[in-house]
């Protein structure tokens, strides 16, 4: 069995350089393991260095999923509290290199994006799907809460979605969550390639020191808005300690 890795692909286009990130744990679903979560931490940090980035594309092995969660056999053998905080801070450390990335990230997305993998792809900036992904939060039903990323999604989907999602568990196709608004696009399978082309093809028309500070920008306004909110909560009720 193959070791499970982030295998990268750069192009060089004449607006500068695109990264095409594969995770690649084809047999298991591209499950977050601890090999797979190392791997792309460590392309991701290599391209954050790279002054000629344009865009980073991220998609899972095969077409039959994305990232289909976190690893489920890796997590029943977690010894206690400090070794599920390592191992859920890796999980948060993946979808943080996604969103602190400098440049545009699109989830280019196959088949199932499932708990983590959902994450990851909340965390992108664009997400494309093809008709065949399914999206889902379905830790509650395995005994867990969602508690990495799934915070994104209230600003993607609304809280009335977000609380179905993760109270219930429930799964969506590809077209409920473009309804919804949790992915930007949905196409046929044999054209997903060519809608996230769309994208790329419009982040080279921009000006590349302008993308870098939007992204920058929608960053800082999204984090002082998660700030105020919080400031807000803490103040409606006594603290419990």
């Not at 056999?73 to 993946?94: D, K, T, Y």
């Not at 979808?95 to 909340?122: D, F, M, S, T, Y």
């Not at 568990?169 to 949905?186: C, F, K, T």
Request: aromatic share 4%; proline share 5%.
């Amino acid at each position: 069995m193959s070791t499970p890795e982030a295998r990268l692909r750069l192009e060089t286009r004449d607006g500068g350089a695109i990264a095409h990130v594969t995770l690649d744990d084809e047999a298991r679903l591209n499950v977050f393991s601890r090999a797979l979560m190392s791997s792309f931490l460590h392309v991701m940090g290599e391209l954050a260095a790279r002054s000629d980035l344009r865009c980073v594309v991220l998609t899972g092995a095969g077409e039959r999923a994305f990232v289909a969660g976190a690893d489920i056999l890796e997590m029943a053998e977690i010894a206690g509290p400090a070794e599920a905080r390592a191992f859920i801070g890796q999980v948060h450390a993946c979808c943080e290199a996604a969103r602190a990335c400098p440049v545009p990230v699109i989830a280019q997305i196959n088949g199932h994006a499932l708990g983590a993998g959902l994450e990851l792809a909340a965390a992108c900036d664009l997400r494309v799907a093809s008709q065949n992904a399914t999206f889902g939060m379905p830790e509650v039903k395995v005994g867990v809460p969602s508690v990495v990323e799934a915070a994104l999604l209230p600003g993607l989907i609304g809280w009335g979605r977000t609380r179905e999602m993760l109270l219930l568990g429930m799964s969506y196709e590809a077209d409920a969550a473009r309804a919804m608004g949790l992915v930007d696009e949905v196409v046929a399978p044999d054209r997903l390639d060519a809608a996230v082309e769309v994208r790329i093809a419009a982040i080279l028309d921009a000006k590349p020191g302008a993308v870098r500070l939007q992204k920058a920008l929608i960053r800082r306004w999204e984090t002082c808005r998660c700030a105020r909110r919080w400031r807000s909560a803490s103040t409606l009720s006594p603290r419990p300690f």
